[in-house]
């Protein structure tokens, strides 16, 4: 999780004075869970979809500290929100996405009821804990650790959680690519925890919406057992959540220590 809070730290700030305040870690630790867990509980399972719970979470959170957001839907209960810390505008801003939908579930293959976010052995449990509400609440944090450290910006910080990911990105990237384009308008984009320049992320919404990977498929990615094959994608995610050495994030792998 540290990993998914630095990197747009990096890319938005130049370095961090000695002097400044330092992150503390254990807190964050201790806080990132808290969303976390409360955003994995929201059944934003699409289809049907009904993004609008994780979204007046997300709002609650980020307007307590004194961070605007904004709320755009073509439907309305399924909104995408964005939030922006303003930067002192010497270079173009940085957009951190990460989608509040997710696929839908068979309760029957979970060994943990998917929306119980429940802790077993070291891991979290839930449908969306690696897909993708991991990187909405590492967007989140990213947020609020900047604000709390008041860190100076080079370049505005734009969060977007998305709507629609899975299958109605109409919804979603699309529309605010074709209606609100100016309100996410970005030089970089961090994507479900990638960079990329952010016009490669505008053109990825003119592609195929309904090309899914096989385990996405609800049938075959619900199992929670992390010795589970490749294919079937576990949805348990460890806790601490901290980059493996190669830098890789590993699916349903224990944390080491």
């Known amino acids: 999780m540290r990993r998914l809070i630095l990197l747009p730290i ?11 305040p330092q992150p503390d870690w254990s807190a964050i630790e201790a806080e990132t869970l808290t969303h976390f867990q409360a955003l994995v509980k929201i059944n934003t399972t699409d289809p049907p979809g009904g993004e609008r719970p994780a979204v007046e979470y997300l709002k609650q959170v980020l307007e307590r500290e004194g961070i605007p957001t904004q709320a755009f839907a073509l439907e309305d209960h399924r909104p995408n929100l964005v939030a922006r810390l303003k930067g002192n505008g010497r270079k173009r801003p940085v ?12 309760e029957k ?112 990615s619900s199992r929670t057992d992390p010795r589970a094959t490749p294919r079937s994608r576990s949805r348990a995610t460890p806790w601490p959540i901290s980059p493996p050495p190669s830098g890789r994030r590993r699916r349903g792998s224990r944390p080491s220590g």
Not at 140 to 156: E, F, G, I, Q, S
């Open 10 to 20: 990096a890319v938005a700030t130049a370095t961090l004075a000695a002097q400044a």
């Open 95 to 106: 957009l951190i996405m990460g989608h509040t939908d997710t696929v839908n579930v068979d």
């Open 109 to 220: 293959k979970w060994t943990f009821p998917p929306f119980s976010a429940a802790r077993d052995s070291g891991y979290i449990y839930g449908r969306g804990t690696i897909d993708d509400k991991d990187n909405v609440t590492g967007a989140l944090m990213t947020l609020l650790t900047l604000k709390r450290l008041k860190v100076p910006l080079d370049r505005d910080v734009i969060f977007l959680a998305e709507a629609g990911e899975e299958g109605a990105s109409r919804l979603g990237v699309q529309f605010m690519a074709e209606q609100h384009f100016a309100d996410i308008d970005a030089e970089y984009c961090f994507a479900e925890g990638g960079k990329r320049h952010a016009r490669e992320r505008r053109a990825e919404v003119r592609r195929d919406s309904d090309a899914r990977e096989d385990s996405r498929d609800p049938s075959s």
